[in-house]
């Protein structure tokens, strides 16, 4: 059982746009920055969105990300096959004094 | 080029003990935190541990604590995880990561090594 949830599964055709969410606590979402990751198969994780919507070099604007109160969510705008992957948000929790995972989201893209 | 590569993963038995390096190249190592994430074949990813870029600052997700030991020799630039008690449930890829200690991290990560506790 994560500390953050996300829903395990998600879809979308091509240019579509695809909403991931990532429900936390008052100890991590609600104070701290939400980091996301894509990682796509075979691979190791990728940072796509750090620290209030801010996005790595090479990482396209299609990826964004918002919060509300203890929840946040990852917008992925005209979808692309290549987008096929694992999502996972991540945040600092005050209370467990270390980083905490969601479960991760499969993005399918149809 | 921006580099990290771990090593020292194998199979391993119940109870005994293992210690990971990561191998940190073409970056000012001590400019960075390290953690340590991983990541049990077909499950989602877990911090396992992270240090600031001194070592004034460490800690540990719940499931290690007591057991896993994250240390880094910034002379070498290495990071290391010594893995003492290892359950069968600590079979996973371990993957090393650069970033901040609770602000943000992972803008490079290792490829992973796996360990396997059987």
């Known amino acids: 059982q994560s500390v953050l949830t996300q829903p395990p599964s998600a879809s979308g055709t091509p240019g579509q746009t695809v909403t991931i969410s990532c429900s936390g606590s008052?100890?991590?979402?609600?104070?701290?920055?939400v980091n996301w990751y894509q990682q796509l198969p075979g691979s190791a994780p990728k940072l796509l969105i750090y620290?209030?919507?801010q996005r790595p070099s090479g990482v396209p604007d299609r990826f964004s990300d918002s919060k509300s109160d203890s929840s946040a969510s990852l917008a992925i705008s005209g979808l692309q096959s290549e987008d096929e992957g694992d999502y996972y948000c991540?945040?600092?929790?005050?209370?467990?004094?270390?980083?905490?995972f969601g479960g991760g989201t499969k993005l399918t893209v149809l | 080029e921006v580099q990290l590569v771990e090593s020292g993963g194998g199979l391993v038995q119940p109870g005994r003990s293992l210690r990971l390096s990561c191998a940190a190249s073409?970056?000012?190592?001590?400019?960075?935190?390290m953690h340590w994430v991983r990541q049990a074949p077909g499950k989602g990813l877990e911090w396992v541990s992270g240090?600031?870029?001194?070592?004034?600052?460490?800690g540990y997700a719940d499931s290690v604590k007591g057991r896993f030991t994250i240390s880094r020799d910034n002379a070498k630039n290495s990071l290391y995880l010594q893995m003492n008690s290892l359950r069968p449930e600590d079979t996973a890829f371990y993957f090393c990561?650069?970033?901040?200690?609770?602000?943000?991290?992972?803008?490079?990560w290792g490829l992973g090594t796996l360990v396997t506790v059987s």
């Open positions: 620290t209030n919507n």
């Open positions: 991540a945040v600092w929790d005050d209370s467990r004094n270390g980083w905490v």
């Open positions: 008052r100890s991590n979402i609600r104070r701290n920055p």
């Open positions: 990561a650069r970033g901040q200690y609770s602000t943000t991290f992972g803008d490079i």
């Open positions: 240090i600031s870029w001194n070592s004034g600052t460490s």
């Open positions: 073409g970056f000012t190592f001590d400019d960075y935190a």
